[in-house]
């Protein structure tokens, strides 16, 4: 498999190709008003993200120019600038807004949790997909920082399960987040949210018995997600006492229920072929679902071209290549658009289902009984 022929290569990409992923930050005062007026401003936030990019992408014509995917690293600061500055941002913001909603008496209960939902989409749109691109780099600081975005919403061992398992194993039986042919999203999210978090220690006790130690180590980073989570949970409780508390996790989840969305678009129904033996054929583009939605890519940098993500995942988010319907499966809207439609099984079969079955005869043909891998019980990979 080979990289797509880039569209334009430019030696430096300045600002002005990275301003459009900049427009994360105007979220900040839509989430500052939703909280100062309440009232029907708390649904301003899903709109702004949703529903506008959603209506934006139908202006636009489908993104598919691809960068050289050799520019260094050092030639894109204006692009990694805005994941670095992005952590900080979001933690003002998380606990000065629950700060002020435990301060003031202009809003009730629910439009506080309103609010807080708000946060959520805040830190699962912006915060995950963020972290997710931090988590994948080779520098310390940036990965430290994702560590911090990700336990900002209690899912700190989404790294572990990320990395170890989900890249290594995506479209077999032992990826939890590959959502199964027929299986609807409210039964996918509370067995990712348990079985994810099982798979992300199993895997971290395995890196640590190769290396002679036991689980209990001080180097299993499990330790430092609980630290920092109590910590965030710690802050939320003084800013906010236990509403606050409460306000924090409900943030918290909102955003993991975001992500867990986003996941069980990007691999619907996509499987890789058993070889024999628990051996299976390497990850290709074809194995994650592929969208060119231009103004969603913007919000989500980049995000939606996840099949060559899959390919080269350390590849960062402006250099990602757009992949053609020959070689990856396309998505017949945006994300936004899809992770909706999830949210109702019979539209999503109704609409997906033909896909991936079209997808399975043109890339294998060969593949006659597919209910193994409906139901992923081909064995185990080695």
């Not at 939703?34 to 993104?63: C, E, H, R």
């Not at 809207?333 to 609409?351: C, D, F, G, K």
Request: charged residues 15%.
């Amino acid at each position: 498999m080979t990289d797509v022929s880039p569209t334009t290569t430019p030696l430096r990409l300045g600002f002005a190709k990275a301003a459009p992923f900049w427009l994360s930050l105007a979220l900040v005062p839509v989430v500052l008003l939703a909280a100062a007026q309440g009232g029907w401003t708390i649904f301003l936030v899903p709109m702004s993200t949703w529903l506008l990019f959603s209506v934006v992408d139908t202006v636009f014509d489908l993104g598919t120019s691809n960068n050289d995917p050799d520019i260094p690293d050092d030639a894109m600061f204006w692009h990694t600038a805005i994941t670095l500055i992005w952590p900080p941002v979001q933690a003002l913001v998380v606990f000065g807004v629950i700060a002020y909603l435990t301060r003031t008496n202009h809003t009730g209960w629910l439009e506080e949790l309103g609010v807080a939902f708000g946060l959520g989409v805040l830190s699962g749109t912006i915060g995950i997909v963020y972290a997710h691109e931090l988590m994948h780099q080779k520098l310390r600081i940036e990965r430290s920082l994702g560590d911090f975005l990700m336990t900002m919403v209690l899912y700190g061992h989404f790294r572990s399960e990320h990395l170890l398992v989900h890249h290594r194993y995506v479209g077999t039986p032992k990826d939890t987040v590959t959502a199964r042919y027929n299986e609807n999203f409210h039964r996918f999210f509370p067995r990712v949210l348990v079985q994810g978090l099982r798979s992300a220690w199993a895997a971290e006790k395995a890196m640590l018995a190769r290396k002679g130690r036991p689980v209990w180590d001080a180097s299993n980073p499990f330790w430092r997600y609980a630290a920092m989570q109590l910590g965030f949970l710690l802050v939320a409780l003084i800013v906010g006492g236990w509403w606050g508390v409460v306000l924090f996790v409900f943030h918290a989840l909102t955003a993991v229920w975001q992500l867990e969305l986003v996941n069980y678009v990007e691999h619907y129904g996509l499987t890789r072929k058993h070889l024999g033996d628990g051996k299976y054929e390497p990850t290709g583009p074809q194995h994650s679902w592929n969208a060119d939605q231009q103004a969603t890519n913007w919000l989500l940098i980049n995000l939606q071209r996840h099949s060559d993500h899959h390919y080269k995942p350390s590849r960062r988010f402006p250099l990602l290549q757009s992949r053609p319907a020959d070689e990856a499966p396309q998505l017949p809207h945006s994300y936004a658009v899809m992770t909706t439609m999830a949210l109702v099984p019979p539209l999503w079969r109704r609409r997906m289902n033909p896909r991936v079955r079209a997808w399975r005869k043109k890339f294998y043909p060969e593949i006659t009984d597919w209910r193994p891998y409906n139901t992923m019980t081909n064995p185990m990979p080695r």
